[in-house]
Nanobody, 120 residues
Framework: QVQLVESGGGLVQAGGSLRLSCAAS????????HGWYRQAPGNQRDLVAD???????NYADSVKGRFTIARDSAKNRVYLQMNSLKPEDTAVYYC??????????????WGQGTQVTVSS
């Protein structure tokens, strides 16, 4: 079983920065892919950024050049550095860990979410 706990959300003005942190336990951390998703009211949960077990990163077009995902395997933590924040970045941000089972199924684990609010 995997437990994920996010922190670092809050209220920030447009143009500001925040760093989200996700602490993972109960898993062999480096074998998992990790990601950050976000969900605004009335919207679906969308991928913001992810990092594979091999270290490859991927970003949503809307955050490229502004957000950076990073992982510290020694601390079992995943980070999302968010710069040049915009009001449209306002959402609940969720940490995700996932892996492919031997049967070819992708299993996902989620944190409880942290609110990010960007004021204009």
């Amino acid at each position: 079983q995997v437990q994920l706990v996010e922190s670092g959300g809050g209220l920030v003005q447009a143009g500001g920065s925040l760093r989200l942190s996700c602490a993972a336990s109960g898993t062999t951390f480096s074998r998992y892919n990790h990601g950050w998703y976000r969900q605004a009211p009335g919207n679906q949960r969308d991928l913001v950024a992810d990092i594979s077990s091999g270290g490859l990163t991927n970003y949503a077009d809307s955050v490229k050049g502004r957000f950076t995902i990073a992982r510290d395997s020694a601390k079992n933590r995943v980070y999302l550095q968010m710069n040049s924040l915009k009001p449209e970045d306002t959402a609940v941000y969720y940490c995700n860990a996932n892996f492919l089972t031997p049967l070819g199924q992708r299993r996902h684990y989620w944190g409880q979410g942290t609110q990010v609010t960007v004021s204009s």
